[in-house]
């Protein structure tokens, strides 16, 4: 891995959350994934989104505070600010059953929220992709996309669409939409306040059980090669 790929780890940085530009967050899991299709480095802003990448960050001297979109960090920020500045928002991803259930409780905690549209994130063409691609940017034109298909399929989605000329602000969000299909605060306060959310996810998801205990061993291996090399 060459200098400019591992820099990325560097460019976690503090915005105005409604800039033009594609935003990711990503934790060990996900950076595993991405590091060698070289997808981050095309993103215009990437958060740190995990407590213990934080933690292992700190270490390294390079100091990152834990942002991630759901209700424990930026999403009410994001949703608030459409509201206020009166932008229009598209939704994508999960399945049919937890995006309109996701719908009600968004519109339900914010009322004058503008939704020009929403879909499912499985495609079984690809070009029913690109279709939706070309309408999102030529007719709809949202000025904030909220995009939940699971890495790497959600950075591929995002890099299409500033490929494409996309010109508002756009988010990839992982799993939030189906966490808050019935109910706007997913994680219990408790283990929110104590940083324990991945193990709420594991009791709530089973199906994590082998990521954060397989996987997530490797990642931070991968993770930890390459904070050596960026300090040498």
């Given at each position: 891995m060459n200098r400019k790929e591992v820099n990325i780890l560097e460019k976690s940085k503090t915005v105005g959350f409604l800039k033009s530009g594609i935003y990711t967050f990503i934790n060990p899991y996900s950076y595993?994934?991405?590091r060698k299709k070289c997808l981050l480095e095309n993103f215009d802003f990437i958060f740190v989104d995990g407590i213990s990448l934080v933690k292992l960050l700190s270490f390294f001297k390079i100091k990152v505070d834990r942002v991630s979109f759901d209700m424990t960090s930026i999403a009410n920020v994001v949703f608030e600010d459409i509201v206020k500045l009166n932008k229009s928002l598209y939704i994508l991803g999960s399945d049919n059953k937890s995006l309109l259930k996701f719908i009600k409780v968004i519109e339900n905690t914010y009322p004058n929220i503008n939704i020009v549209g929403y879909r499912n994130g499985?495609?079984?063409?690809?070009?029913?992709?690109?279709?939706?691609?070309?309408?999102?940017?030529?007719?709809?034109?949202?000025?904030?996309?909220?995009?939940?298909?699971?890495?790497?399929?959600?950075?591929?989605?995002?890099?299409?669409?500033?490929?494409?000329?996309?010109?508002?602000?756009?988010?990839t969000c992982g799993g939030f939409i189906h966490q808050t299909a019935n109910k706007i605060n997913y994680y219990p306060k408790l283990f929110d306040k104590f940083?324990?959310?991945?193990?709420?996810?594991?009791?709530?998801?089973?199906?994590?059980?082998?990521?954060?205990?397989?996987?997530?061993?490797?990642a931070f291996f991968y993770m930890l090669s390459d904070l050596i090399m960026l300090k040498r």
């Open positions: 595993s994934l991405l499985f495609f079984e063409k690809e070009k029913q992709k690109e279709e939706l691609v070309r309408t999102l940017v030529d007719t709809l034109k949202p000025d904030v996309i909220v995009v939940g298909m699971g890495t790497p399929l959600q950075e591929k989605f995002l890099l299409d669409l500033k490929l494409t000329g996309f010109l508002g602000s756009a988010y940083n324990l959310r991945w193990l709420y996810r594991m009791y709530d998801e089973p199906k994590l059980v082998k990521r954060y205990f397989l996987y997530y061993p490797k």
